[in-house]
């Protein structure tokens, strides 16, 4: 077996025949220091001597490598919304949706942790906890879960608390797609468009009233609509996130209180009913079927629709 050594653009560079094929690499950028897998092999690092603790680092260090994805292309699909380029958030949010579906079903592997084997090293993690993950809180103010009280769980760590005060006081996507109703002719209330950003949101019934036009009338609103569906899908699989999530702790401790302070399961189940969007899903109570000619949404005969 020999290797050929060549130079390709200034780079020394080697190719030898494996299996069959000619195979090419060279002695600038290699594939483990591109992904700079030597550093990211030697990240886990167990507090305790049992095994099982190998699998809880994992699970939750890609779960934040696919919570710094999502934050990417959430930013993005922001800037394109505020752009006026909607094809392109369309994309973005696609593939948001895609990497929610696979964070979704990572929690199985989770679930294979017995309770028996999370309370051989749970005292170990002593007071850390998932509570503390900057990149899931940046997450949710991203997406409009404006809390500013969340912030003193990040006081020492001065550079996620600074990112997390800047995203906290900015539009959130959903801020950044009624200003876009607004552009489109929607009477959206100036209060919800020009507002103190840090402070939760509060629905409204003149947003829900715009929604409830887009969806009234999709062939005339039709790029709106498919936003609005789209954007409605993120908290739909963000909820299904939250909800296994919340099973697996069931599974795993019962309803022990987390290990950061948290009431546990009876926490998460209350973050079920939090809303990043929520007239786009009021305004569905509202929504009746179109008429044309005769119809059971509105009798022609003045009946009631039966």
């Known amino acids: 077996m020999t290797i050929r050594k060549f130079t390709e653009d200034g780079v020394e560079s080697f190719e030898a025949e494996i299996d069959g094929e000619k195979i090419q690499w060279d002695a600038g950028l290699s594939y483990a ?3 700079q897998t030597e550093r990211l092999l030697s990240a886990q690092v167990p507090v305790s001597d049992k095994p099982d603790e190998m699998l809880f680092i994992i699970m939750h260090q890609t779960m934040e490598l696919w919570l710094k994805l999502v934050l990417h292309e959430a930013r993005l699909a922001a800037a394109a919304i505020k752009a006026d380029d909607l094809d392109h958030a369309l994309k973005t949010l696609d593939r948001i949706a895609t990497i929610q579906r696979h964070m979704i079903h990572s929690w199985e592997v989770l679930a294979t942790l017995t309770p028996h084997d999370f309370l051989t090293f749970r005292g170990f993690l002593r007071k850390a906890s998932g509570f503390q993950s900057h990149q899931y809180r940046e997450l949710e103010y991203l997406l409009g879960n404006k809390r500013e009280d969340l912030l003193l769980v990040h006081t020492d760590d001065r550079a996620a608390h600074a990112r997390l005060t800047a995203v906290l006081n900015a539009p959130s996507l959903y801020d950044e797609l009624l200003r876009l109703l607004a552009r489109r002719g929607f009477a959206i209330p100036a209060s919800h468009l020009d507002r103190d950003w840090r402070r939760p949101y509060e629905p409204s019934d003149a947003v829900e009233d715009a929604w409830l036009t887009v969806y009234s009338a999709v062939e005339t609103h039709w790029d709106l609509y498919a936003l609005a569906e789209k954007i409605t899908a993120i908290e739909y699989y963000f ?7 919340m099973k697996t702790v069931a599974r795993v401790i019962g309803q022990k209180m987390g ?21 786009l899903w009021s305004m569905r109570t509202r929504m009746v079927a179109p008429r044309e000619g005769p119809s059971y949404a509105t009798p022609a005969d003045g009946g009631v629709a039966g």
């Open 33 to 35: 220091r591109h992904l």
């Open 239 to 245: 909820q299904e996130w939250r909800f296994k999530h």
């Open 259 to 279: 290990t950061g302070g948290s009431s546990g399961v009876a926490y998460l189940v209350k973050a079920l009913n939090l809303s990043f969007f929520p007239e």
